[in-house]
């Protein structure tokens, strides 16, 4: 899964990540754990690449950071800024 980087502009404004999606003039704030996914998101990182930079990073249990990690990459996917590489296998 990548971010969609051609119609994206984004820039870190004090942890918090300001995106505008150029095809529709729409921006969106991403906060907390999503500015520290942002970057793994970036470079096309694996769900359980993403699911781990939680745990590290909020000390939080396995099983907690797979699901804020899936409701977050919900999240983008409704906003259409997130491409799955491989649908079948997307969140594994």
Not at 7 to 26: H, K, N, P, Q, Y
Not at 36 to 55: R, S, T, Y
Not at 75 to 87: F, N, S
């Amino acid at each position: 899964m990548r971010l969609v980087r051609d119609v994206l502009e984004w820039r870190d404004v004090e942890g918090e990540i300001v995106v505008l999606d150029l095809r529709s003039a729409t921006y969106l704030a991403v906060s907390g754990a999503g500015a520290v996914l942002w970057p793994a998101l970036l470079e096309g990182a694996a769900f359980g690449q993403l699911a781990a930079v939680v745990v590290e990073r909020f000390d939080v249990a396995p099983a907690r950071a797979a699901a804020d990690v899936e409701t977050f990459l919900g999240q983008l996917v409704a906003q259409d800024v997130l491409e799955l590489a491989e649908p079948d296998a997307a969140l594994d």
